[in-house]
Structures are given as structure tokens and as C-alpha cells.
């Protein structure tokens, strides 16, 4: 299928988008599979980008950089993935094999970045200590539009320079080397609940993850089925926990009145 100058383009300008929001706005943030899904769209194929953005979110699930420290950017590599899947039409496990590496190589950018962050900031402090504000907030967003380099650079080079490369890896693949991708891209939803389910509170909810399965396995209802029987069981027991801290509230007020009207006494 081949990927044009302007899709190059098109791509670049959405990982440069990405890591702008991510890092200023926050308005979509790390919503990897909208990421893909819009990868997708621009290649052609949306459904693709979209299973390619839904497999990375649930491998980014419970995974986060705290303070300084650098994590692989899902989001990219799903944005690269998309792109490769679709380009070079074999699929997503192909996307998967060049997208998470490419994830992988933009922690090296990040920590370049963070570094020229930290010239940066000294260097706006340095005007701020001297009074030349004027100076101090031209300097400060330097770093807003540079970060999204560390990511756009790295998929602008990998689309437009590595497709012989990445042409050439595919060919290089074994079919057994691709079908066990196929099988662990199809493990990874899996191990993504399995990593939400710790930060849930199974021990007092867990049983309903019972019923669900119940439900899906051996009566087959459609997973929209079982998220309306979900969402009117949480409405309820929303409704029971207000109820009884009402309860709660008129007892603890009852009995302060009690109280008052025994010392009136």
C-alpha cells in the first residue's frame, strides 16, 4: 500500500500534536487508542488504528512515570504501529513489532529533553533573579514547543527513512515469529485487565466479575449487554450506600438532640 508525503506529514504533525497536549493542555492526554484510531484514520483504515490503539492502552495500563523518571510511550508507538500496520499491510502484529521499539527508543529523547528542560528552567530563573521578566516568560515556553520533538523526530524517521528497513524485517520474519505475535497481541487485553483488576477493590466486588463471565461465556450476551446490567447494578448500589448514609446522618442528629434535651432537662 505504501505510505504519501503528505500522510508523512499528516502523522509527524499528530505525534507533535500528542506530546504538545501531553505535556501543556492535557486535554486528551494518554488516550492511546483515540491516538491510533486517528493514525488510522489518516492511513485509511480507522478499525485497524483503532485495535492497534486498544491493544497499547491495555499494555500502558497501571504503568507511570513518577517525578523524573522516563516509561515507554505507548501512545507512540501506536500512532507509529497504526502507521506501519496499514502501510505496509501485514496487519498489526507487523505494527506491533516496529511500533513498541520505536516507543521504546523515545525514553533515550526523553531524557535529552528533561536535560535541555533543566537549562532552560535555570536559564528563566536566572532572568527572573535579574528582573527581566520580559526575558524570563519568552524563555519558559522554548520548552513547551520543543518536548514534542522527542517523539516526532523518532516517527518521522522511522515512517520516512525505515520503510525499506522495516520492509525488510517483515520479510526476515519467520511465519512462527509472526503467529506468536499474533497469539501475545491476543494475550495482552488479558494481562491488561489483570493489571486493572489489582487496583480494584476485588475483595469487596470481586464477585461480579463471576457473574460477568457467567454471562458472557455461557449465555453469550454482548459485552453491551453486561456493561447495562453493570451500570444499573452500580446505580443501585449508588443509590443504597446514599440511603444508608442518610440513615447514618439522621441517627448521629437524633441522638444529638436526645442529648441536648436530656441536659435541657
Sequence with gaps: MGITGFQIFMITLLTYIHNLDR?????LGKV???WGALAGWIMGDFSLGLQVGAILQLMS???ANIGGSSMPDYTVAAIISATIAVSTGEGMAAGLAIG?????LVINFDVLVKL?????GKKAQTYANEKEFTKMTRTIPVSTFIYPLEAAVPVFIAITFGRGVVEGILNFMPDWFTEGLNVAGGMLPAVGIAILLVYMPMKKYGFWILVGFVLTAFLELPVLGVALIGTALGIHQFKQSTRKSKLAGTSAQDSVLSEEDMEDE
Design 116 to 120: 535541555f528542560n533543566s537549562f532552560i
Design 100 to 104: 513498541v521499539p520505536v516507543g521504546m
Design 23 to 27: 505535556h501543556s493542555t492535557q486535554i
Design 32 to 34: 492511546t487508542i483515540l
Design 61 to 63: 495500563l497501571g504503568v
